[in-house]
């Protein structure tokens, strides 16, 4: 998660036009801590140069390769309801190296229709077929929640090894399975913290406006 | 964010049945940081007992109590596309103390109409109307990216001080509104990075099943 943010922080860094940054610059400028910058690259291998820092895009090639970005993922949404659909033609996820390469439902009426962007709905029996076919590596579930972990079971048995939960319901995976929930209520409830005024130190500066990712993981 | 990722603790410890926890408790089972919870906690007022820790029910009182959850926050959400309309019926927001008073657009085609659940898609030039009268707090921005500074704009007309934005730009807040930008892509990203294999310590543990937003906070 870490890296994805820090991947985010030089995308920016890029958009404005610097292109040498150090961690002390990084984690100033994000509210990140600077240790635990150098620290997260380090596993990855040396690669700044010690009192000069990083170059931007060399930095950023290398954090989208260990991100696992420099090569696109496919990815399978099972469930054309509304969220399936959104998610298929999200535009957020086509410039970050994925693919959405179906739907699946077993809805007889949104079988070979397609969303707005062009991803064609599938029957869900398909699933292994076109997986296999296809190359897809990550399944997201926008089932509802009582159906939820069937659908997990049958991502499983159709040889997706990650699964981004998007149902409200706590799914546990099979060994070997990384499974991840995804938590929408989250973000309204840190919103109604702030709404609330019951934050202990109520400085501005403690909500970034954006980006608003790299402030979850500062230090306090 | 850390007080609501303590909650949904205390919520998995209530199923499970446990009624009392210390923070060293809370922090082994769900790999937290004992002393960062603590700290957390006591910045709004002492309520465990030193040796002794939390009383469940009293802890999930007070977390919900801090967050803003004891009473009903009203949202309106503007943008009836299909990631509204999933929102709308998002069964997840309804269990926590939210409340989708109603959906905002400019469609002729879809004013009037209702989402699956029953929420009313109103025309988006009543929203100023609606939010007064509905004391409406929450805006949530679920338009294309190129329509949502705008979007924003007119939330913070019609009143409304926190803002959860869905699309996938990045937007800029005026002083004194909260905007919280949710990128879905992050969540991707960690899956890519697993499946890319380049994690240092390839330990199965790194990966919390669930909860997974618990995780994510981790000290390492």
Redesign the interface.
């Known amino acids: ?1 870490r ?3 820090y ?2 922080c030089v995308d920016l860094l890029e958009t404005d036009g610097i292109c040498r940054v150090s961690s002390e610059g990084l984690a100033r400028r994000f509210d990140l801590n600077s240790a635990q910058i150098r ?1 997260d690259l380090a ?2 291998g040396e690669f700044g140069v010690r009192g000069v820092g990083y170059q931007v895009p060399e930095l950023k090639r290398h954090l989208r ?5 420099d090569e696109t ?1 496919r ?1 399978a949404i099972v469930g054309a ?3 399936g ?3 298929a ?5 086509r ?4 693919e959405i390469s179906g739907l699946f439902d077993n809805d007889r009426s949104k079988i070979g229709t397609r969303s ?1 962007t062009g991803v064609t709905v599938y029957d869900v029996a398909r699933l292994k077929e076109l997986v296999i076919q296809r190359e897809i ?2 399944g997201m579930i ?1 089932v ?2 009582s159906a939820a972990p069937d659908v997990a079971r049958l991502c499983v048995e159709a040889g997706l ?4 939960n998007f149902a ?1 319901a ?4 099979p ?1 070997g399975v ?21 934050s ?1 130190r109520r400085r ?1 500066e403690e ?1 970034p ?5 790299p402030r ?1 993981h500062r230090r ?1």
Do not use: C
């Open positions: 998660m890296l994805s943010v991947l985010r620290k596993a990855f390769s260990i991100l696992g970005l993922r990815v309801g509304h969220l659909q959104a998610l033609d999200y535009r957020g996820f410039s970050g190296g994925f707005r590596q990550i926008t509802p929640a090894r990650a699964l981004l409200p706590r799914l546990q995976a060994p990384r499974l991840k929930n995804v938590d929408l209520k989250i973000n309204l409830e840190t919103l109604s913290f702030y709404i609330a005024g019951s202990p501005r909500w406006q954006t980006p608003s990712q979850s306090t």
